[in-house]
């Protein structure tokens, strides 16, 4: 069964750090953050594309997120910098097995973490 788990997640004050954890149950050619705030639509943060480590970043956390892979085999990470309370959301991992898609949007990725909260206080 394919499963992704998120960690890392939890309450940090305003222009605070945070990292994200996301551990694949088997390889993936492309992985992505998502983020979905109560009231509002599932919106992509970030996507690596494994082969060539190509990365994108939504406009919103530009210059403060950086995803990237782990040292561990089918592990990537979020790094998350210069925290603002809009960034306050359920966090998710999300992939697909070859397909690295243009523009982020949910419906195009497959399999998906359960999520971990990330809180920003102010």
């Known amino acids: 069964q394919v499963q992704l788990v998120e960690s890392g997640g939890g309450s940090v004050q305003a222009g605070g750090s945070l990292r994200l954890s996301c551990t694949a149950s088997?390889?993936?050619?492309?992985m992505a953050w998502f983020r979905q705030a109560p009231g509002k639509e599932r919106e992509g943060v970030a996507r690596?594309?494994?082969?060539?480590?190509?990365?994108y970043y939504a406009d919103s956390v530009k210059d403060r997120f950086t995803i990237s892979e782990g040292s561990h085999v089918n592990t990537m990470y979020l790094q998350m910098n210069s925290l603002k309370p809009e960034d306050t959301a359920m966090y998710y991992c999300?992939?697909?097995?070859?397909?690295?898609?243009?523009?982020?949007?949910?419906?195009?990725?497959?399999?998906w973490g359960q999520g971990a909260q990330v809180t920003v206080s102010s």
């Open positions: 999300a992939a697909n097995l070859g397909w690295c898609p243009s523009p982020l949007t949910a419906p195009r990725f497959a399999y």
């Open positions: 690596i594309r494994r082969s060539g480590g190509s990365t």
């Open positions: 088997r390889y993936f050619a492309c």
